[in-house]
């Protein structure tokens, strides 16, 4: 019999990528899905690249209801809207992978700090960072995971293998990421109109970006000590992709090929990341619609600057892609499975 599934908040690019995915899985069926501006509207009006493959409708939010439909839960919901919802599924035993940044902090401090009051503090401890990458073994037998954001998938999986093996200095790591414009979500926002992004590139939210504090206690909590980094993001005129460029110093003089070693040891065994041959880096066009991470790496061998590129889709890799690994590490079904998708072609 298949899992159950339901989306809360399903018509934003994340909601729509999901549905992507899940009618491709084998074991999964898509049985609710909750919309306040859609409503009763069936889900292949609102988005008709379903046509002919879901015609579930919309409707308003009912926990009561979604549970009565669902196994398992993924809230596509803002911020603090996900902490209102996400602790009544929880109480009614219902598994949830949480795609906003309200389950992704262990210390409910720091995250008031750069968003808002949390009134479900009490579940931060119950609740997994959602890097299959790193915390694959918790997100096993977790109940909520907090879905990782994009820019810090693609920035931590440049960064674990060197941080975990004290192969590079903690001071000055710096992250400079490219996002395509769909990261800022669906709502008519001015700074997303084609006019404003249309024939342009900008730096925004220096120093203040919410993702900072997620990446940083993640490598705070690898390497055993606080890791500040400065993160730079950029919105360029593109639909989709992240391209994040990490600048680095080595510890010691290693080679090119060291370091290429290191990532390949690292990540053998990882379905979703792909290492890139020496004199090879990676562009977000070839991952682009796959749930793949792929890296590139290179070393000036005479004083140990290093800089690591890594491309992610951030709609797949970087939210609902890592969101449906997610589901399968946490329901035992093959890692990979509903996300065996080549990228797109060009």
């Known amino acids: 019999m298949k899992t159950r599934v339901g989306i809360i908040g399903a018509t934003g690019y994340t909601g729509v990528e999901l549905l992507r995915l899940l009618l491709r899985h084998p074991e999964v069926e898509v049985t609710a899905l909750t919309s306040q501006k859609y409503a009763g509207v069936p889900i292949d009006q609102v988005f008709p690249s379903l046509m002919n493959h879901l015609q579930v409708k919309c409707e308003e939010l009912s926990v009561d209801q979604i549970s009565k439909k669902t196994d398992f839960v993924f809230t596509a919901v803002p911020h603090k809207t996900a902490m209102e919802t996400v602790p009544l599924f929880y109480k009614g035993g219902k598994r949830v992978v ?71 200095s903690l001071e000055g790591i710096i992250i400079d990421s490219k996002s395509g414009v769909s990261g800022a979500g669906r709502d008519v926002v001015l700074g997303s109109l084609f006019c404003e992004v ?94 793949y991470c792929d890296i590139g790496i290179k070393v000036n061998e005479a004083d140990g600057r290093t800089v690591i590129v890594t491309a992610i889709d951030n709609l797949v890799k970087g939210a609902s892609g890592e969101a449906v690994q997610n589901m399968n590490i946490m329901l035992g079904f093959p890692e990979t499975m509903g996300l065996e998708v080549l990228p797109l072609s060009p």
């Open 98 to 168: 949480d795609l906003s940044a309200d389950f992704r902090f262990k210390d409910a401090m720091v995250y008031e700090r750069w968003y808002q009051k949390h009134t479900s503090a009490d579940l931060l401890p119950e609740s997994v960072y959602g890097l299959p990458e790193l915390h694959r073994e918790k997100i096993r037998g977790a109940k909520i995971v907090g879905n990782p954001g994009c820019y810090p998938t693609g920035a931590l999986i440049g960064l674990i293998p060197l941080v975990q093996r004290e192969m590079i």
């Open 198 to 291: 249309n024939e342009g590139v900008k730096a925004y939210k220096i120093f203040e970006h919410r993702h900072l504090p997620e990446i940083e206690q993640e490598l705070s909590q690898q390497a055993g000590k606080k890791v500040p980094v400065t993160f730079v993001p950029h919105l360029i005129p593109m639909d989709r992709g992240i391209l994040t460029t990490l600048y680095l110093t080595l510890t010691k003089k290693w080679k090119t090929e060291e370091v290429l070693n290191t990532f390949q040891e690292h990540y053998q065994k990882e379905p979703f990341v792909r290492i890139y041959p020496k004199g090879k880096l990676p562009n977000t066009k070839e991952v682009r619609g796959s749930n």
